[in-house]
Each structure stands twice: as structure tokens, then as C-alpha cells.
């Protein structure tokens, strides 16, 4: 079952991804995914087209979604495999996640605009469109077209990350709303590129144990924010907890991304793939 080309975090335009639905999933399609979750940050907007295209080309889709959530003064990322679109209470409970983040990219705006950085939120709504889809992502994008930075990664290390001066806290979800919704729309919880968050030993082994109890199912040990010494770390810990493993580009767009769709390591043969209990 490893053998499938499986790719199950993914964003586009509804979220903060550079492409629109349909341009993700012909490009994963062109790039020999064989079965792939569009997942946007606490959006469903773009599940309806990628799905279309998807059945198109042939190519085996997954509905998704990307939950944020706050756990020990941090932000989180609970991804949502195979969910049902149309659950009420998922789309509620998203619309409430949503509803923050007009007022935060406001303050980061103001943030930036202390250190001389001005027309920022501006520039982000350029990228976003939408104030409720105004994203850290859209932010950066627009300062490295201003050139205060080189790259998005870049941007996100010196002015949005915990710390520097364009990063604002929020409150987002729950671990248990976010898990509790998964779970009621019939979809499968994987911890999201579990090696980007700044967790002691401890308090990763307390994130997984929590997650495992509320019902989570898996963890994300191959993705693009992991290098091969965090693909074994986190395949020690899912065999630890007893949880299943994810495969996921967390693609974002051509010039965004550390790898292209499809394109993550293989996962250690004697794990389970979260994929086996998708239908």
C-alpha cells in the first residue's frame, strides 16, 4: 500500500495557496499523485472544484480540511481527511475559526507598520482577496514583493514567527473541537507537520498521547516540512502511540513550497498508512 503516490495535505486559492483548486489537482494528476486531499486552512470552498477535476482526470480525491488550532500557547494544524462537506456542525465550527482573522491581520498590519513596514495589509488582501481569508501567508507574500525579504520562508523567520515583530497571538480552535468535528463529519484527524511545531520531548509525547485519547488517528511523519532525521523521529513516535502514518507535499504553490505535490519521502514500510482506511 505504500507503493501509492498518496498526497494528503495540500492548499489553494481558498485558503493560501497560489493556485486555484482545479490547477492543484491537474498538476498532482501530471505529477503521478494517485490519490490526493486538498486541505485549506479552515476553508471548504474549493473542495467542489477540485473534486470535478478530479473525477475528470481519474484521479482518486480526498475532501479535506486544515484546522487551526491554540494548545500550550502555540499554533497547531489538524488536518481533516475524508470529511463530509456538508456536516453542520464542521461548518460552523470552521466559520467560527474564520471569523478571527480579519481582526488579526489588522494588528499584524499595525505590527509591521512600527517598523516602517507600511500598506501591508493592503498588500496581503492583494493576495487573499477576502478579509476572512487573510492568512500569515498572504502577509509574507506581499513583503518579499516589496523585497523586505527574499523569500516567503524567510519572512515567516524574520517578522511573523513567535517573537519577531509582525507576529500577533490568536486564539484559533480547541485539540478537542478540532479532533470532535473531524470526527463527526465521518473523517480521519492527522497531526499536521508535527516537526514545525517548537515542542519540548515532553510536551510533543503529551500532544500525541492528548490527541490519540481524544480519538486522533494519525500523524503526518513524511511531509515537505520534515527532513529524513524528523521522518524517523516522528515514524518512532507514531509506532510509540499507536497512531497511523501521513504522506503530504504541504503544497502551497510553485514558488512557495519545499516540495511539489507528490514529491514526499516514502513511509517506513512497517507503518500504517493513514490511506488504508480511506475509502
Not at 86 to 94: P, R, V
Request: hydrophobic letters at 45%.
Amino acid at each position: 500500500m505504500n507503493a501509492l503516490n498518496a498526497d494528503l495535505h495540500c492548499h489553494s486559492t481558498a485558503s493560501d495557496g497560489t493556485l486555484p483548486p482545479a490547477e492543484v489537482v491537474r498538476r498532482a494528476h501530471a505529477n503521478g499523485v494517485d490519490l490526493l486531499a486538498l486541505t485549506d486552512h479552515d476553508e471548504l470552498l474549493g473542495l467542489p472544484e477540485a473534486a470535478a477535476t478530479a473525477a475528470e482526470l481519474g484521479l482518486r480525491f480526498v475532501p479535506g480540511v486544515e484546522v487551526s488550532v491554540s494548545w500550550l500557547d502555540q499554533t497547531l494544524h489538524i488536518v481533516g481527511l475524508g470529511i463530509d462537506p456538508t456536516n453542520e456542525a464542521l461548518i460552523e465550527g470552521l466559520g467560527k475559526v474564520r471569523s478571527g482573522r480579519d481582526g488579526r491581520a489588522v494588528r499584524i498590519a499595525a505590527e509591521l507598520e512600527r517598523i516602517g513596514i507600511h500598506g501591508a495589509l493592503e498588500g496581503a488582501l492583494s493576495y487573499a482577496g477576502n478579509p476572512a481569508l487573510v492568512s500569515r501567508a498572504h502577509f509574507a507574500r506581499y513583503l518579499v514583493e516589496i523585497g523586505a525579504s527574499r523569500n516567503v520562508h524567510d519572512v515567516f523567520l524574520h517578522y511573523l514567527a513567535r517573537g519577531k515583530p509582525g507576529y500577533v497571538e490568536h486564539v484559533w480552535a480547541t485539540l478537542e473541537d478540532a479532533v470532535g468535528w473531524i470526527k463527526g463529519a465521518g473523517g480521519l484527524a492527522v497531526i499536521a507537520h508535527p516537526g514545525r511545531y517548537r515542542l519540548s520531548h515532553a510536551e510533543m509525547d503529551l500532544l500525541l498521547e492528548k490527541f490519540r485519547d481524544l480519538g486522533g488517528d494519525a500523524v503526518e511523519v513524511s511531509c515537505g516540512a520534515h527532513d529524513g532525521g524528523q521522518l524517523l523521529a516522528f515514524a518512532r513516535l507514531a509506532r510509540k502511540f499507536g497512531l497511523m502514518a501521513s504522506r503530504a507535499s504541504d503544497f502551497h504553490g510553485p514558488e512557495d513550497s519545499p516540495i511539489d505535490l507528490g514529491r514526499a519521502s516514502p513511509l517506513p514500510p512497517d507503518l500504517t498508512p493513514v490511506w488504508t482506511r480511506l475509502t
